[in-house]
Every structure is written in structure tokens, then in C-alpha cells.
């Protein structure tokens, strides 16, 4: 089965700008759709940003509309997400998944019963 691993948390500074990584092993994660969720402290986990297999669809949070893109990359087996001009609210757990759900990015990202695979996340910290 597919594993997950996020990198490319950290802290920044508002306005700054992240890219996060989520590399996968075990399996082509070409077979998957792939999503990005974020968690903050006392808060339920929500979709940012998921991505079809194919690449011909996406889907993306209304907090991260305009700031947030989401990519991937067959050759290196990997999934991105690169934010830009980062706010305090985006202070979060980022936490990758995969989903053998093909059919329907946005019903990936709703709803999380359909994930078949999460990593184990990355800290992102947004504070002056």
C-alpha cells in the first residue's frame, strides 16, 4: 500500500510563501487522487486542496482560492502544494492523502471517509 510523507512546514512570516511535498512509496500514487487537509488546534480537519489523477481536475478550499496550487509529478511519485501570501488563519497541521476515489476531486476533499491513505503531516506556522 501507498505511504505518505510530508516535508516543507515550518514558520513564516505573514505574506511569506510555503511549498509543501508529500513523497510517496510502496505504490504509484498515479492510481490515486490526491489531497492536501490542514487541522489547526481545537479545529476539525478540512480540505485545502485536492487533485485528480489524470491532472484535468482540481478542487479548491475557499480559503485557498487565489493562494494556494496544488500540483504533482509522476516521475518523482509526489504531490505538492505551494502557498502564497500566507495569513495567521493557515496556521495548521498539513497533512497529505490519497484516495482511490477517482471520480470526483471535490467529494475527496469533503468528504475524508473516502481516504484510503494519510501522512503523517507537516507544521505550518504563520506569525510575525
Known amino acids: 500500500q501507498v505511504q505518505l510523507v510530508e516535508s516543507g512546514g515550518g514558520l513564516v512570516q505573514p505574506g511569506g510563501s510555503l511549498r509543501l511535498s508529500c513523497v510517496a512509496t510502496?505504490?504509484?500514487?498515479?492510481?490515486?487522487?490526491v489531497g492536501w487537509f490542514h487541522q489547526a488546534p481545537g479545529k476539525e480537519r478540512g480540505g485545502v486542496s485536492c487533485?485528480?489523477?489524470?491532472?484535468?481536475?482540481?478542487h479548491y478550499a475557499e480559503s485557498g482560492k487565489g493562494r494556494f496550487t496544488i500540483s504533482r509529478a509522476y516521475a518523482q511519485n509526489a504531490g505538492y502544494l505551494e502557498m502564497n501570501n500566507l495569513e495567521p488563519e493557515d496556521t495548521a497541521v498539513y497533512s497529505c492523502?490519497?484516495?482511490?476515489?477517482?471520480?470526483?476531486?471535490?467529494?475527496?476533499?469533503?468528504?475524508?471517509?473516502?481516504?484510503?491513505?494519510w501522512g503523517q503531516g507537516t507544521q505550518v506556522t504563520v506569525s510575525s
Open positions: 492523502a490519497a484516495s482511490a476515489y477517482v471520480s470526483d476531486v471535490r467529494h475527496v476533499c469533503v468528504h475524508t471517509g473516502v481516504i484510503d491513505v
Open positions: 510502496g505504490d504509484n500514487l498515479g492510481y490515486y487522487t
Open positions: 487533485i485528480s489523477k489524470n491532472i484535468d481536475s482540481w
